[in-house]
């Protein structure tokens, strides 16, 4: 028995545990529902860990010193980043009562979240938002969730859980020089808890409306120098009760083949071991296996019948950390990653020529046989990076290597991968006085595919006072074609039109360029209220889309039958670019409350002339956040923002219907969502918090993704309101 066999089975072993666990919290939940309030937090301490700071216990100075590491590669202050960067805590997750990271990520002004479906969700940074998004860079600990063979985040497949999570940093833009391809429009960096944090046993479950519900559980354990965590949850994310709205035909749920069945209510499950040493005062060495596991509805599309997904994700990673003599220290960090899937994809042609007997109008994409695309994506990578901290800390820099190499087997893309080695570095200059800082990163990645591709990073800062300070930024970053788009090789039939579509990858691929101008200012306007403003200019280059309409030089027609058959291609299609101004007002009023609202406008030009894709920026976006600590045991927190629509203009440039506008933004209105968290914590029971959850108060029915086609006429898929409660307890 293996590494792997051995944990899942330990994780399965836990199944009945849960299931205590969610009626236990369940019947707790509604016996204190009247009094649904939250935990008390304690003032912050120097000596915590970063995952157990109360961000809303901080003063703004405080707020400003947070350590991140994503910036530099290395560790620096958050008023010192050279990057506009965004962080969100452990204690903000807790507060906001959501359990996906998706969610979480679509507090913050510069997140844009859009539900496909439940079991679909696209986040995207400064707009530039699409079905199946292509252009964010997620990373755990330092490994890539980004899936090189798609090109994309699943994020309901992600082994790590938002308990799991001690910190999220985000860098808001281009960071192709410090992370390579595909950070294009910005980096999700999630920081999980360190073993070392030496916390409490952790345990938490909660139920809700439409059955779905949450587990977590989370051991730890040392031994002198010897940490040891292991973590397990299970969740399910989409549910027999979502509502689909058509203007034309295929009135069907995209989470399900024709009817409803048991599979209709998928799950996923994940399992994360840990364990970090410290050898001695100068080397650490730390161990990190995890999996995932379940059914999902991957690339859906409302009211198009998808097959469910059986997916199966593990991981192995091993960091070392060695320092020399206090000047510096050797970083090395390697992984391996094996994504498999199964899946049949799509209907057989005769179960949809079948309904047309029915007298029910089924135009779709379908198969002629029953394939089973088997597929394995196997990535390994390694890094190593020596940062240099000199001269008084006048002088940082860090200079590294990484070889990354990509093995696809089998599945929608048939034994395929690529190689890319790189070379990077990066430094940070503070001037004498202290009220200068200059930084500079620059990548070389040699990509087996795509060839040479270079980023770079450089900003000055000036520091007006010991609150005040102003940054200029200068980036260009890349994103490499998927497998996907380079190598597929699929072949699919329209029932009922006659109409056979054969998908071809395009080796030929250029990687898409991103070049941005960034001029961000911080203020405090008093001791309690901070304002930041940010103004961005982003140009994108060679923009890769699908054109619907194929390549119309390569249509055969069979004159018997008189089936006609396209072929269609990823192809370097358009040039854009987008600019937009960013504001965020931070109060902490009191001790017991805090108030956070964003404004963010954006304007994107010629962005949507890409044929076969269409991009969602909202013109306007409003964010609001308040914190409210009632009494020491209760606590609140409210969460509204307002979603506006694209520039109306944006799509009158393409993606049209015969009668001359776009049909997708005809139906995509605008949209409002009000989330409510309460949390109370008992007296006489310190270590357990109970929590209730409204989410889209507001709203019972909402549509965040209305899909224009040629047949279906128009198609999303209602979000409606949710509900639930449950517990967190320590032990």
Request: net charge negative; proline share 4%; with cysteine.
């Amino acid at each position: 028995m293996n590494l792997f066999q051995l944990q899942h089975l330990m994780l399965l072993n836990l199944k009945n545990f849960f299931r205590i666990l969610f009626i236990f919290g369940w019947c707790t939940t509604v016996f204190f529902t009247p009094s649904l309030l939250a935990q008390e937090h304690d003032s912050f301490d120097e000596s915590e860990s970063e995952s157990e700071i109360d961000i809303f216990s901080l003063s703004l100075q405080d707020l400003m010193n947070i350590t991140v590491i994503s910036a530099t590669r290395s560790e620096s202050t958050l008023r010192e980043s050279p990057v506009p960067m965004s962080v969100i805590t452990a204690e903000q997750i807790a507060s906001s009562g959501l359990d996906n990271i998706a969610d979480i990520l679509g507090l913050l002004p510069e997140i844009d979240v859009m539900h496909i479906s439940p079991s679909q969700v696209e986040v995207s940074i400064r707009g530039k938002n699409i079905n199946f998004n292509r252009r964010l860079l997620v990373l755990i600990d330092g490994r890539t969730e980004y899936n090189d063979l798609f090109g994309a985040t699943f994020w309901n497949a992600m082994p790590i859980a938002v308990d799991d999570i001690s910190r999220i940093e985000v860098i808001r833009g281009p960071a192709s020089a410090l992370f390579g391809a595909n950070a294009y429009a910005g980096v999700v960096n999630i920081i999980s808890k360190s073993p070392e944090e030496k916390s409490k046993q952790l345990a938490r479950a909660h139920i809700g409306s439409d059955g779905f519900y949450y587990g977590y559980l989370a051991l730890n354990y040392a031994l002198k120098d010897h940490y040891f965590r292991l973590s397990y949850h299970r969740r399910n994310v989409d549910n027999s009760e979502q509502q689909v709205i058509f203007a034309g035909f295929n009135q069907f749920p995209s989470s399900v083949d024709f009817a409803w069945d048991k599979k209709s209510l998928q799950q996923m499950q994940g399992g994360n071991f840990q364990y970090l040493a410290k050898l001695n005062t100068n080397l650490q060495v730390e161990f990190i296996a995890s999996i995932s596991d379940g059914l999902l509805e991957l690339i859906p599309q409302p009211g198009l019948p998808r097959d469910n997904w059986d997916i199966n994700s593990n991981n192995i990673q091993l960091k070392l950390e060695h320092t020399l003599d206090k000047k510096g220290l050797i970083q090395f960090n390697g992984y391996r990653n094996r994504f498999k899937y199964q899946t049949f994809l799509l209907p057989l042609t005769d179960a949809v020529t079948s309904l047309a007997v029915n007298n029910i109008q089924a135009f779709f994409p379908s198969i002629d046989e029953p394939s089973q695309f088997n597929g394995t994506v196997t990535t390994d990578d390694v890094s190593l990076q020596y940062v240099s901290n000199e001269d008084e800390h006048k002088l940082t820099w860090l200079v590294g290597t990484q070889y990354r190499k990509i093995n696809n087997k089998g599945g929608l893309v048939i034994n395929k991968g690529k190689e890319i080695r790189s070379l990077f570095a990066n430094f940070t200059y503070k001037f004498s006085e202290d009220n200068w800082i200059f930084a500079m990163a620059v990548r070389l990645d040699n990509d087996s595919m795509t060839q040479t591709d270079i980023a770079y990073n450089t900003s000055l800062q000036h520091f007006l006072n010991a609150t005040d300070d102003v940054r200029f930024t200068l980036r260009r970053a890349f994103r490499a074609p998927s497998l996907f788009e380079l190598f597929n090789n699929i072949d699919i039939n329209v029932p009922n039109q006659n109409h056979r579509v054969r998908f071809r990858g395009n080796p030929q691929l250029n990687v898409e360029i991103i070049d941005a101008i960034d001029l961000t200012y911080t203020t405090q306007l008093t001791s309690k209220l901070q304002l930041t403003t940010e103004l961005f200019y982003e140009v994108y280059t060679d923009l890769i889309g699908n054109p619907d309409s194929g390549l119309l030089n390569d249509v055969d027609l069979t004159p018997d039958t008189n089936l006609f058959t396209t072929t269609t291609s990823f192809q370097n299609l358009t040039n854009a670019n987008n600019q937009g101004l960013q504001a965020s007002l931070l109060w902490l009023a009191s001790d017991s409350f805090k108030f956070n609202v964003h404004y963010r406008f954006t304007k994107p030009s010629q962005l949507n002339a890409l044929s076969g894709e269409t991009f969602f920026t909202p013109k306007h976006t409003v964010k609001m956040l308040v914190n409210w600590q009632v009494t020491p045991s209760v606590a609140s927190e409210l969460s509204w923002q307002f979603i506006d629509k694209t520039e109306p203009s944006e799509f009158n440039l393409g993606n049209v219907t015969p009668d001359g506008f776009n049909f997708t933004r005809a139906n995509q209105q605008s949209w409002t969502e009000l989330n409510l968290s309460l949390r109370y914590q008992p007296k006489h029971f310190t270590d357990i918090e109970i929590y209730i959850m409204i989410k889209n108060v507001l709203d019972d029915k909402r549509i965040e993704y209305f899909e224009y086609d040629a047949v279906l006429n128009g198609v999303g898929e209602q979000f409606g309101r949710r509900f639930w409660s449950g517990f967190t307890w320590q032990f």
